[in-house]
């Protein structure tokens, strides 16, 4: 397809080359070319963007894969979306497969919801929508002041898991946690398979137990106002890892596979048992259906509630 024809262009925001491969695929199944910019870092570590071609009154898609060095990755993406809007872009969308500080999404001790103040600088950059995938909470929508839409991996990790793995009638789903147990059952539901549930905590590092928050001490604070007791605090017991359901003579399946939404080649050659399922094909025909304003719905068809 002519990139001129097309009525939108992709671009990668990203400046590590292992970083671009999953843009280029999307561009591959798009039949578009990747927009011609560079995105570099100064001397002195600031990040500096070029778009070298012009965008006015275009819808730019910015396709960025996050790496282990997310702060960079963010000041980029951010810088692009500036520039492009700054350049008269007429529609700015994100693509980002994998949405860094979700998980910093709830308010803990003194600290601060850093996803929503992620989201709000998106927005202040220029970015009109946001494609990405497996939010750590689905809540976190709610951040934003645009539309977000949120795909799912599992389809292609069920179909894996029914292609590649031997005799995978005779496994069960483990969840790693409680937390984890609702999409951990809807997994086993989809593949007709048992769940098991992994109940319990690893013991405290010692700069958490050096935090007084964490386990109050048993005793009565008397330096209050007088007359004011408060209610005796319980220490907090974790119990021992145990799990839940029966396991024994299965294929126990937590983690078979992971995704290409982050770069992992190196982790590959660490451990040969990683495999990679490609998602560039839902990232492109969500692209195509927005940019031709057509339903996502059919990209959500196979998902449950709690996936």
Do not use: W
């Not at 280029?24 to 070319?33: D, Q």
């Not at 029914?162 to 009638?169: A, C, G, T």
């Not at 069960?172 to 989809?190: F, L």
């Amino acid at each position: 397809m002519n990139v001129a024809k097309s009525g939108y262009r992709v671009f990668s925001a990203n400046s590590t080359a292992a970083c671009t491969e999953l843009a280029k695929k999307i561009t591959e199944r798009l039949g578009v070319e990747l927009g011609k910019s560079v995105v570099y870092q100064e001397s002195n570590r600031e990040t500096r963007v070029d778009v070298k071609e012009s965008v006015r009154g275009q819808t730019i898609f910015i396709i960025q894969t996050i790496p282990r060095d997310v702060n960079t990755a963010i000041m980029e993406l951010l810088v692009m979306a500036y520039a492009l809007k700054t350049s008269c872009a007429k529609n700015i969308i994100g693509v980002i497969p994998y949405f860094p500080y979700s998980k910093q999404c709830k308010m803990r001790k003194r600290g601060s919801i850093v996803c929503k103040l992620l989201a709000s600088m998106l927005a202040k950059a220029g970015l009109t929508h946001i494609i990405t995938m497996d939010l750590h909470q689905k809540e976190i929508q709610g951040f934003f002041s645009f539309p977000v839409d949120n795909l799912r991996a599992s389809p292609f990790l069920l179909q894996y898991i029914q292609e590649e793995v031997p005799d995978y009638r005779n496994a069960i789903i483990v969840a790693k946690s409680p937390s984890a147990a609702k999409r951990a059952q809807s997994y086993a539901e989809r593949l007709r398979l048992g769940l098991a549930v992994m109940h319990g905590e690893a013991q405290c590092s010692e700069s958490d137990m050096a935090d007084g928050r964490h386990s109050p001490p048993c005793v009565r604070n008397t330096s209050g106002h007088p007359g004011l007791e408060l209610p005796l605090m319980m220490a907090k017991e974790k119990p021992p890892i145990t799990v839940v359901g029966d396991v024994g003579g299965r294929i126990a399946i937590i983690v078979v596979v992971v995704t290409n939404t982050v770069p992992h080649e190196v982790q590959k050659l660490q451990c040969p048992k990683i495999k990679t399922v490609d998602v560039s094909m839902i990232l492109a025909e969500a692209i195509r259906r927005i940019h031709n304003g057509e339903s996502m719905a059919y990209l959500f068809r196979n998902i449950t509630v709690d996936d």
